[in-house]
Nanobody, 126 residues
Framework: QVQLVESGGGLVQPGDSLRLSCAAS????????AGWFRQAPGKEREFVAA???????AYYATSVKGRFTISRDNANTVYLQMNSLKPEDTAVYYC????????????????????WGQGTQVTVSS
């Protein structure tokens, strides 16, 4: 069992930056692929970014490519650096994880993940 806790959300203005963190506890996190999703009011949860357990592969949604960067450290934390934020980035952001045998696996679908955090609110507004 893995527990995920997101942090770093908040209220920012368009063009600002935020860094979200996802801290994992429980089982060793080193062999888990991880991802970030978001859900705006009235909309389905959508993929944002994913990173392989090795950290060597990342995959992004078209809407955030070039603005967001996913990374992970050697401990149990995954990050999402968000730059040039737009009002349409407003949503609850969720961290997710799944054990993986592949060092390049970067899942992008909700059903591919086994573990989820509770989410952190990001609001981009002037």
């Amino acid at each position: 069992q893995v527990q995920l806790v997101e942090s770093g959300g908040g209220l920012v203005q368009p063009g600002d930056s935020l860094r979200l963190s996802c801290a994992a506890s429980g089982r060793t996190f080193s062999r888990y692929a991880a991802g970030w999703f978001r859900q705006a009011p009235g909309k389905e949860r959508e993929f944002v970014a994913a990173i392989s357990w090795s950290g060597g592969y990342a995959y992004y949604a078209t809407s955030v490519k070039g603005r967001f960067t996913i990374s992970r450290d050697n401990a149990n934390t995954v990050y999402l650096q968000m730059n040039s934020l737009k009002p349409e980035d407003t949503a609850v952001y969720y961290c997710a994880a799944v054990p993986s045998d592949s060092s390049y696996y970067t899942p992008s679908r909700v059903k591919e993940y086994d573990y989820w955090g509770q989410g952190t609110q990001v609001t981009v507004s002037s």
